[in-house]
């Protein structure tokens, strides 16, 4: 890892700091508003081909089940120490009542979680097989979901418990991954707090005024027409979306590039990657880094501060397979590695 002698200086200038930001993790509360998806991962060793048809046949090994999508932001909340109210919508079925246990499991308060009937819990499906000697790889994904939007009645019961709740939070999170739940009476709801925080794949203009938008480089792409392909495009990207969002900041997630936040008065900071050879698996690594940066909002760091704070916990997920999390620990402790190194 190569880090700049002059964020080398402010990291070190701003250890204590952080650390101290670290022990607040747990005075905060807020309310997660999302996409609530089951990830499941099966896995099995190959057989044989089938005589049926042209695939590989499975022996079951292992299923797992986890929260992903807008249930991983909640989740990584909740495993980051704060208190979590989780908002959004379950399908009347199997998956829905496995994904309500996993986050209650994790002291996640489901009472803005609602039933659909007529539309199934959002569940992605893995599946990976491996022979003997080798090691596993994904076969196939399937997805269960709906491309309706819920009925009036769930998406104004939504918007009237985050309404209720947004007072008495130190954020709300906006986790859109365009399955049907923040629709416009609850994004209307959820710009109504002190605190907004948007971690929305498309359709950032929705979300006008928020207080902070987390795009990743596609997204960022995507949101302003054209692609950011150096430092040139890269400043005028942050300052459009920062015309485009009204929002205070703009924090675009450049992967191995690092993190580049924009403000409104003009002022942009660039932060390296901390963790470039150990990158496994970036799945829900985007989720990690809006709790992470959020949390240090709410504990009171600047937003330099926060972006810092998200990176390293995107630094620490991304080492592992799947949808995984981190803790304040192991924040700690990879924040003393990384003052080590640099």
Partial sequence: MTLDSAFKIQ???????????????????????????????????????????????????????????????????????AKVLAVGLLGKDDQGKALRGLLEAAGVNTDGVLIDPHRPTVTKTRISGHSRQSVTQQIVRIDRKSDELPDMDL????????????????????????????????????????????????????????????????????????????????????????????????????????????????????????NRTEVFDVTGAGDTVAAALTLGLTSGASAWEAAVLGNLAASIVVRQFGTTTTTPIEMKMALHALLEES
């Fill in 11 to 81: 990291l070190h200038a701003s250890a204590d700091r952080l650390f101290y930001l670290l022990e607040r993790f747990t005075e905060a509360r807020v309310l997660v508003i999302g996409d609530l998806t089951l990830d499941e991962f099966l896995t099995g060793q190959v057989e044989r081909i089938s005589r049926e048809a042209p695939v590989l046949i499975l022996r079951h090994e292992t299923t797992k089940q986890v929260p992903g999508g807008g249930a991983n932001a909640v989740y990584n909340f909740a495993q980051l120490g």
């Fill in 155 to 274: 998406q104004l019961q939504l918007a009237e418990y985050t309404k209720e709740q947004s007072h008495s939070v130190d954020a709300v999170i906006c986790s859109d991954y365009g399955d049907g739940t923040l629709t416009q009476p609850v994004i209307a709801a959820a710009l109504s707090a002190p605190r907004t925080i948007v971690d929305a794949q498309k359709h950032l203009e929705r979300y006008q005024g928020a207080t902070l938008f987390t795009p990743n480089l596609p997204e960022a792409e995507l949101a302003v027409g054209y692609k950011i392909t150096d430092d040139v495009s890269l400043t005028q990207a942050g300052s459009d979306l920062i015309a485009l969002t009204q929002a205070q900041y703009v924090l675009i997630t450049r992967g191995e590039q690092g993190m580049s936040l924009f403000n409104r008065a003009g002022s942009e900071h660039h932060i390296p990657a901390f």
